[in-house]
């Protein structure tokens, strides 16, 4: 959810005239917030959480380009802590899942990714046209990937569908072979 669909939001529940006056509440709140930080003191909104801000110890690191040691310097952040009911929101969302976690969820997707990479060098090998196959691997990979970037909706969605999908691939992998 981003800043306007926030706003749209609260203008809905608080019962605000306009958009604008919602756009303006959530402004406030996000300043007062920022300049509490800046001040150095933690905000705690009772039943959210608490932001504060934290100091990051100095360390080394690797640089990714070349692999080469280097000195992170110590910075401060922002650390968000979140409060109790907060908390109980994300694990029931979490049960609407199905008690998936979202890692777990993402690790499914990466699984199916790596088998639809394994039938597409399968099909290649029994000569398959490549462009054909390459337009069937982007087509799958794109709704897997379109999928994972939808949440809990997309993930209630796979569970429903992949034993069926996983199916059709079987049987399509199965006939591809059957011809060749």
Not at 95 to 117: A, I, N
Request: proline letters at 3%; a positive charge.
């Amino acid at each position: 959810m981003g800043k306007e669909a926030l706003a749209e939001m609260i203008r809905d529940k608080a019962g605000l005239a306009d958009k604008a006056q919602a756009m303006a509440a959530v402004d406030a709140i996000v300043g007062s917030i920022s300049e509490e930080l800046a001040g150095g003191n933690p905000v705690a909104l009772k039943n959210f959480g608490t932001f504060c801000v934290v100091t990051r110890a100095g360390r080394t690191g690797k640089n990714p380009r070349t692999g080469e040691p280097m000195v992170i310097q110590p910075k401060k952040a922002v650390k968000f802590t979140p409060g109790k009911e907060l908390k109980e929101a994300a694990e029931a969302s979490g049960q609407e899942w199905g008690d998936s976690h979202w890692l777990d969820y993402r690790s499914l997707v990466r699984t199916v990714e790596g088998q639809l990479r394994e039938i597409k060098a399968g099909l290649a090998k029994c000569g398959v046209g490549k462009e054909r196959l390459q337009s069937l691997y982007d087509a799958a990979a794109g709704r897997l990937r379109g999928l994972s970037q939808n949440g809990g909706q997309a993930f209630q969605e796979m569970r429903k569908g992949f034993s069926a999908a996983f199916a059709e691939l079987r049987e399509a992998f199965k006939k591809a072979v059957d011809r060749f």
